[in-house]
């Protein structure tokens, strides 16, 4: 009876291990190239759109990537993505991209844990009174945290950085010491990540990432 006992609980422990989900974050993960249409396909690295065969994305892994690299010949029609993994570098959007109406640029994750890290720049016009077409171009740049719990983007300031950490009282203490502070966000930030390592396991509803994909970022922290 005991031996019977034993044999059903070994294929019980098996069976359990096999459908438990592996999340991209796992160590030695080895990264699926392909497409991401939403944050929980990116989340467990199993992207369900493959790489065109003629996608011109830099070996050298470069800070962004425009979709017109990635999708050269036959853009997707009526998809809207998130990102793509070359096999080496993932790059994400900070909203649902539809790559079939207008291109969109995507930033390179360049740390992967419970907060994932990337830099953005993006250029627009603004509105000038000295200028003779009316507007002026300005360049923005800003470093983001993807909260791998809840799929949100977070624009990094001294002040959402330090609520992010908060609860790690020597990590807080240091960074209220931290001259230039805004130098520093996302250094903070990696090592709060490093430190606490786990992945909360978001509450799930209508709203949450796991079930419908994160459409607007950044949020703010209250």
């Known amino acids: 009876m005991n031996?019977?006992?034993?044999?059903?609980?070994?294929?019980?422990f098996s069976w359990s291990a096999t459908q438990a989900q592996h999340l991209i974050t796992d160590a030695n993960v080895a990264l699926k190239p392909g497409i991401y249409r939403n944050f929980s396909e990116f989340k467990h690295n199993k992207p369900s759109i493959n790489l065109p065969e003629n996608h011109k994305i830099s070996r050298s892994?470069?800070?962004?990537?425009?979709?017109?690299?990635?999708?050269?010949?036959?853009?997707?029609?009526k998809t809207e993505i998130y990102g793509f993994c070359d096999g080496k570098n993932i790059y994400v959007y900070p909203r649902l991209a539809d790559v079939s109406k207008k291109p969109a640029t995507f930033n390179k994750i360049t740390y992967l844990g419970r907060y994932a890290?990337?830099?953005?720049?993006?250029?627009?016009?603004?509105?000038?009174?000295?200028?003779?077409?009316?507007?002026?171009?300005?360049?923005?740049?800003?470093?983001?945290?993807?909260?791998?719990?809840?799929?949100?983007f977070i624009a990094l300031t001294p002040e959402k950085v330090a609520k992010l950490i908060a609860d790690d009282v020597e990590l807080s203490a240091a960074f209220k010491k931290q001259s230039f502070k805004k130098k520093h966000?996302?250094?903070?930030?990696?090592?709060?990540?490093?430190?606490?390592?786990?992945?909360?396991?978001?509450?799930?509803?209508?709203?949450?990432?796991?079930?419908?994909?994160?459409?607007?970022a950044p949020i703010e922290l209250e």
Do not use: C, W
């Open 3 to 12: 031996k019977i006992f034993y044999v059903f609980f070994i294929v019980i």
């Open 61 to 77: 892994g470069p800070k962004s990537v425009s979709s017109k690299a990635v999708f050269r010949r036959r853009p997707l029609e």
């Open 117 to 152: 890290t990337y830099a953005s720049k993006s250029k627009y016009e603004v509105p000038s009174a000295s200028s003779a077409s009316g507007t002026m171009p300005v360049t923005d740049k800003a470093e983001y945290a993807l909260d791998m719990g809840m799929g949100q």
């Open 185 to 216: 966000l996302t250094d903070y930030i990696i090592r709060y990540a490093q430190k606490h390592p786990e992945i909360p396991t978001p509450q799930l509803n209508v709203k949450s990432p796991e079930i419908a994909p994160v459409r607007n």
